[in-house]
T-cell receptor, first 114, second 111 residues
Framework: GNSVTQMEGPVTLSEEAFLTINCTYTATGYPSLFWYVQYPGEGLQLLLKATKADDKGSNKGFEATYRKETTSFHLEKGSVQVSDSAVYFCALSDGNTGGFKTIFGAGTRLFVKA | GAGVSQSPRYKVAKRGQDVALRCDPISGHVSLFWYQQALGQGPEFLTYFQNEAQLDKSGLPSDRFFAERPEGSVSTLKIQRTQQEDSAVYLC?????????FGPGTRLTVL
């Protein structure tokens, strides 16, 4: 079945450091890929998405590229801020976005120190 | 409303009690999902509605779990005879088509 594997946390970085959170997936079809973020005390929010191979999703300085050849969707940010401290979830969805169930990774907690 | 709302936000139940968790989706959103999120884990799919039709309930862990959305808007997730392993955050999400908008969740603790 479909699955998502992401790097275990926690990840601790200093402010302005470069961030990479690895995510790989297994899927039989052509899923859409997502990164969701959960800030402390808040609900899950969509951070970015990509719907087909080689698409790059970006938002708030975060980027991720849909790599079909390596079945990966790694999250990157060039310079993290304290306010980026949160739990990040990689996810995939069968078929078109939203119309089908979403499968989530276990989450990676990020701590950014001032 | 402005977003997806869920109630109660916190629920403590004694083992064996029945509980009902409510989700109010964003008005007009056709699709509604329920997820279960155990501590330190990602959300896991429970069930999916399109309007009032429950199109996928493959993630419901047992027949003690039941969900409904009778008028295609508000949804209720019911858990009968709760067990300790049911302790988790239950998330609801709605979508018109595309991005899923999540509610804050209901944290269920079964003692």
């Amino acid at each position: 079945g479909n699955s998502v594997t992401q790097m275990e946390g926690p990840v601790t970085l200093s402010e302005e450091a470069f961030l990479t959170i690895n995510c790989t997936y297994t899927a039989t079809g052509y899923p859409s890929l997502f990164w969701y973020v959960q800030y402390p005390g808040e609900g899950l929010q969509l951070l970015l998405k990509a719907t087909k191979a080689d698409d790059k999703g970006s938002n708030k300085g975060f980027e991720a590229t849909y790599r079909k050849e390596t079945t990966s969707f790694h999250l990157e940010k060039g310079s993290v801020q304290v306010s980026d401290s949160a739990v990040y979830f990689c996810a995939l969805s069968d078929g078109n976005t939203g119309g089908f169930k979403t499968i989530f990774g276990a989450g990676t907690r990020l701590f950014v120190k001032a | 409303g402005a977003g997806v709302s869920q109630s109660p936000r916190y629920k403590v139940a004694k083992r064996g009690q029945d509980v009902a968790l409510r989700c109010d989706p964003i008005s007009g959103h056709v699709s509604l999902f329920w997820y279960q999120q155990a501590l330190g884990q990602g959300p896991e799919f429970l069930t999916y509605f399109q309007n009032e039709a429950q199109l996928d309930k493959s993630g419901l862990p047992s027949d003690r779990f039941f969900a409904e959305r009778p008028e295609g808007s508000v949804s209720t997730l019911k858990i009968q005879r709760t067990q300790q392993e049911d302790s988790a955050v239950y998330l609801c999400a709605s979508t018109p088509r595309g991005e899923q908008f999540f509610g804050p969740g209901t944290r269920l603790t079964v003692l």
